[in-house]
């Protein structure tokens, strides 16, 4: 479990100094609202194809971290390469290959925990929640560096972090493949033939896409409204530092009320917030209802993974889990990320945020109707 935490605890520390300023990032190097959008679908667009093929590649393979180590290494040594290319197609080249390695860490990696998890009796919450913490001092301290220094050397920021995770990585605990070796064919059969996940991969698509286009477009959020960019690091530390104690809530409140109440709960946290920001313009309200976002991502995030797990198989553990995180993160990275620089170029970031608002509330009471339809007890994995 320990080792575990730090993992994560490096994991999400590297995400923090460069996911939230990707819009920036792109922005300083000369590209339109518009071509950034188009920039990071194309991000969620390889994810969609990368992470079902690093799933089941990974369900296949007779060392399961191979995968998740080999995608350590070359993300970041990949995202370095941005630092010396401003052209357009030279970013376009690099994108494809640095998201289909990084894209697939993050279900990778929880596969491992989860199943690690079921066996020594903890819950994924416990272990995400390391995440949490470390992506909260990451994003507040980086915040303030990348306002007085720039964002040129976000990447190689990365790289160091990441030399560190992987001597982590080799000392995870291990984890066994599947005993009954299938084809790729058979795999993909018995995903398509989960009726109750396409289902719940379906519904979540829309609170996780909302979800990804909020991410991308805060710091445009910030800038459109004159806002001081400085506190932008803060606003994504004020919602990871709430994570922290929310993970460990959610575990104990989905075992109490059921965990499809629980993501009921938090798309409908999610409506609220976005709505808010449509309405009001103000810089610490915005902070603010970033606590309900910290909130929110603690319940959806840590739920999710547990219910793809429980409609899993063996040899579908790893399979299942990048097929969800590529059609929310990805499918819906892709719709979103490419409407949401259209919606900000013509309409405004506010309008952006009532169409997030309305897609949540949408998803809050398609959760309900998933409940009805689920058995009334879903195996737990901690």
Known sequence: MRRLAAYYFLFYLALSVYMPYMSLYFRDKGFSNTIVGLILSLWALVSVIAQPIMGMLNDRSSNPRIILLVSAIAAPVIGTLFYYFDNLYAIITLSVFFSWFQSSMGPLSDSIAVE???????????????????????AFITGFLYEKYGYDYIFFYYLAINLVLTF????????????????????MSEVVGNRPFILFVGVSMLT??????????????????????????????????IEVPMFWISAKLS?????????????????????????FADVYLTLAMQLLD????????????????????????ATMQTIFAAVTWGLGGIVGN???????????????????????????????????????????SG
């Open 294 to 317: 910290g909130i929110a991502f603690a319940f959806a995030a840590g739920t999710a993974v547990e219910v793809v797990e429980s409609y899993s198989s063996d040899r579908t553990k």
């Open 208 to 241: 996780f896409m909302s979800v990804a286009i909020n991410f991308s477009f805060l710091p445009i959020y910030f800038k459109e409204l004159g806002f001081d960019k400085s506190l932008l690091g803060s606003a994504f530390a004020v919602a990871a530092i």
């Open 116 to 138: 690690i998890g079921k066996r020594d009796g903890f819950s994924f919450g416990s272990i995400r929640l390391w995440g949490a913490l470390s992506y909260a001092i990451g």
């Open 338 to 380: 490419a409407a949401g620089g259209l919606i900000v170029d013509h309409w405004g970031v506010q309008a952006l945020y009532l169409i997030l608002g309305i897609l949540c509330a949408a998803a809050s009471g398609m959760y309900i109707f998933l409940q009805k339809r689920s058995p009334s007890r879903l195996p737990m």
């Open 255 to 279: 075992r109490r009320i059921g965990r499809f109440r629980v993501l009921f709960i938090a798309a409908a946290i999610y409506s609220v917030k976005y709505l808010f920001l449509f309405t």
């Open 168 to 187: 982590i990585l080799f000392m995870l605990p291990k984890t066994e493949p599947a005993q009954k070796k299938t084809t790729i064919f058979e795999q």
